[in-house]
């Protein structure tokens, strides 16, 4: 049974509560900073939050592809370790994806790895809607949505050892130094993500933002579970494409930077 207008405006609701942020001007608790990988002067909030609220309408074509496809594809966060055997109805590798934007990128990733399963987490509400439009068009079958905070995702519904891959996109690079404490990728969230890999599992990050590049870098190789693939960073991966907003930038000049570790065996 799809969903009805009254249950998703329900739904909405719920998620807007649960997970509101603080006010923009609001100082957030810092710990203070160390030698684990951040540059000097930055910290890093004692609660991780791997998302900001942004503004967005949802159009029409989303509303209809929740109706339809919500239920199939979209999970509901439970604080308990997700069995993805029976989520994805196979056995097979599990990328766990934080923060997709509009689903380019991300359905582009399954229809061309169709043997591994994709848990992707984003609490923007048109962007799921677009990644569920596409799952229609491209009729695509491996690939889960969780709206929902990825960094309780990940601390209640994923155990250690139960990831072959994390992708992280172009997460928000807070330009102002003031705001880097803002910044996903830090070290406490990296060493969550490193313990729940498995041997050899792999962890791709990539910006647009140089400054947050070497952050990025700097961050995961002060991770001991971690190993760099590259010298520094790394290759773009043929499974990553190009979207839209990359190619503008790169028109623009704009660099891209990709960083792949690894887990240690």
Not at 24 to 52: E, L, M, N, Q, R
Not at 107 to 129: K, M, Q, S, T, Y
Request: glycine fraction near 8%.
């Amino acid at each position: 049974m799809g969903f009805s207008v009254a249950t998703k405006l329900q739904w909405r609701t719920v998620i807007e509560q649960n997970t509101a942020l603080a006010p923009a001007d609001a100082a957030p608790a810092v710990a203070p900073a160390t030698t684990s990988g951040i540059p000097a002067g930055v910290t890093h909030p004692k609660t991780i939050k791997s998302f900001v609220r942004r503004a967005g309408r949802t159009t029409t074509g989303q509303a209809k592809a929740f109706e339809d496809l919500g239920p199939r594809f979209v999970l509901p966060y439970t604080a308990a370790p997700i069995d993805a055997t029976a989520t994805f109805g196979r056995s097979a590798p599990l990328v766990l994806e934080i923060g997709f934007g509009m689903g380019e990128a991300t359905a582009h990733i399954a229809r061309v790895r169709p043997d591994d399963n994709f848990l992707c987490c984003e609490v923007h509400e048109p962007g799921v809607g677009a990644l569920l439009k596409r799952i229609r068009e491209q009729e695509l079958t491996n690939i889960r949505i969780l709206q929902h905070d990825a960094v309780e995702v990940i601390d209640h519904m994923l155990p250690e050892g139960s990831l072959d891959g994390v992708h992280i996109f172009f997460p928000d690079p807070w330009h102002k130094t003031k705001h880097n404490k803002r910044r996903l990728i830090q070290s406490p969230l990296v060493a969550k993500l490193a313990a729940r890999l498995k041997p050899g599992g792999y962890l791709h990050c990539a910006t647009d933002w140089q400054p947050y590049a070497e952050q990025i870098l700097q961050v995961l190789s002060a991770e001991p579970l971690l190993q760099n693939t590259a010298e520094a960073f790394a290759p773009q991966p043929d499974y990553r494409p190009l979207t839209k907003f990359e190619n503008r930038g790169l028109r623009l000049g704009h660099g891209v930077w990709d960083v792949v570790f690894i887990r240690r065996h």
